[in-house]
């Protein structure tokens, strides 16, 4: 169904037609980031142009054409897949579509951005991960953590051996948006449309991270909870932080299908141990996302929420040495293309746009840069690892 006509045809070279399917908070994110790239990227051989949304709910095709522009909106995401002007293409919607949605941008030969944990199972990826190959196109996965620049410059060190050899490390993604019994059964909390809760959710981001920071996982041991079982039924297309107050009169509740919380002990391929909690009901933590990792020589620290500093302990002696906070600045990672000066914290809506700068790099040079489709494969493998150790109370192989 066509609500809006926004003629965009004849566009120059140096212009590619853009499309997001899947209008809620990542279709929003996506599309601000397309709307600012040239904002700070001015220098891109191919810039995106937003052509059309589409989204199965016409109050969000709605809310999204009054805030990101005139653009074509459909019910029908193929109606994107299907448009010869439209060259990129974002999948936002939820985790149960992205196998078929991926599949289908990538076979119709436009370049994807696609939001983790790209489907439901490793399986539901490697179906993406085989599409984009065969095409041929570039595929950037919504692991926007890592674009972080102190997260990058933590890379640097650990890879220039500032930190000696990586001995250990603990990871932590918690998060409090499920803290409250009152927050609605959105899309998120059932099986079939949300897949394994907490590890699709935040768990795919840390697994990312921690290959990123310290190489291949071999393998991890791990326990997963479900620390609320029922929930008030959503409202359709209500966000998961929408609540309710369980004492109301009338409200009817549904069975919470998947995980809010697990820990893992996870031995990286090169001996490093790292322990790694995620959760979604952790009270008072709102977005406590970061690491610590230990070498033979010092350590690092990072968190989310501070995300310009990192702590780094490095240098000679040992005991009693002082660890000391860098402030972000123009060398590192991509913060020169937002800020001219150091400690201006870049924020969450940044990272998107760094992931869309370098989907189109690795459009231009023909190869991927930054977070690739089978860094999301391997994100998955680790979940399922999870997921199988829980139930098997053993150590899971992740190769
Ligand atoms: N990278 C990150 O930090 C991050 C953060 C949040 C969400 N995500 C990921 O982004 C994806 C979307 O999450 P969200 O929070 O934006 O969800 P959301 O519920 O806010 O939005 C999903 C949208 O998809 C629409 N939709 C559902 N089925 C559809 C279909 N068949 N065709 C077209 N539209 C359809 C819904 O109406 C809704 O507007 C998820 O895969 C999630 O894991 C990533």
């Known amino acids: 169904m066509k609500e809006n006509h926004f003629d965009h045809s004849g566009l120059p070279k140096d212009r590619v037609g853009y499309g997001v399917i899947g209008a809620g908070w990542m279709g929003h994110v996506h599309a601000r980031a397309a709307v600012r790239l040239a904002h700070h990227y001015g220098d891109l051989p191919l810039r995106p142009v937003l ?43 939820p985790n149960a579509f992205h ?11 436009k370049h994807l951005w696609i939001e983790k944990p790209v489907g439901l199972c490793a399986a539901d990826c490697q179906r993406v991960v085989t599409a984009v190959r065969a095409a041929g196109v570039q595929a950037a996965v919504g ?26 490390a603990s990871f932590r993604t918690l998060s409090d948006y499920a803290a409250d019994p ?34 291949d996982i071999d393998e991890l041991v791990a326990d997963t909870s479900t620390f609320i079982e029922r929930r008030p039924i959503a409202k359709p297309g209500s966000s998961h932080f929408a609540t309710v107050d369980v004492l109301g009169v009338g409200i009817d509740f ?16 090169n001996g490093a141990l790292v322990t790694y909690e995620a959760g979604r009901t952790a ?11 230990y070498g033979t020589q010092g350590s690092l620290s990072w968190d989310f929420r501070r995300s310009d500093e990192l702590s780094i ?36 809506d940044d990272s998107k746009v760094i992931e869309l700068a370098r989907l189109l790099q690795s459009i231009a040079r023909g190869k991927p840069i930054g977070a690739t489709i089978e860094d999301a494969l391997w994100a998955a493998r680790a979940n399922e690892a999870v997921v199988a150790s829980a139930a098997t109370r053993s150590w899971e192989s992740v190769r």
């Open 313 to 348: 302990c490095v240098g000679d002696g040992y005991q009693g040495r002082p660890t000391q906070v860098a402030y972000g600045g123009p060398g590192d990672g991509e913060y020169g293309r937002f800020q001219p000066g150091a400690g201006v914290a870049i924020g969450y």
């Open 182 to 215: 009152g927050g609605t059964l959105s899309w998120r909390y059932t099986y079939a449309q949300g897949g394994h809760g907490i590890l699709a959710d935040l768990g795919s981001h840390g697994f990312d991270l921690i290959r990123m920071l310290l190489g």
């Open 143 to 168: 692991f926007n953590y890592r674009n972080f620049p102190m997260v990058e410059r933590a890379r640097e060190l650990i890879d220039s051996g500032a930190i000696g050899s990586p001995t250990h």
């Open 283 to 293: 009270v008072g933590d709102q977005c406590n996302y970061g690491f610590q990792i």
């Open 51 to 93: 052509m059309a949304v589409a989204d199965t709910l016409p109050e969000h095709r709605d809310a999204f054409v009054n805030q990101l522009g005139p653009v074509m909106a459909y019910e029908d995401w193929r109606s994107i897949v299907d448009d010869p002007e439209i060259g990129i293409v974002s999948v936002t919607v």
């Open 99 to 109: 196998a078929e949605v991926g599949e289908a941008v990538a076979r119709a030969g």
């Open 254 to 269: 549904g069975e919470v299908e998947n995980e809010d919380h697990f820990c893992a002990m996870v031995r990286m391929t």
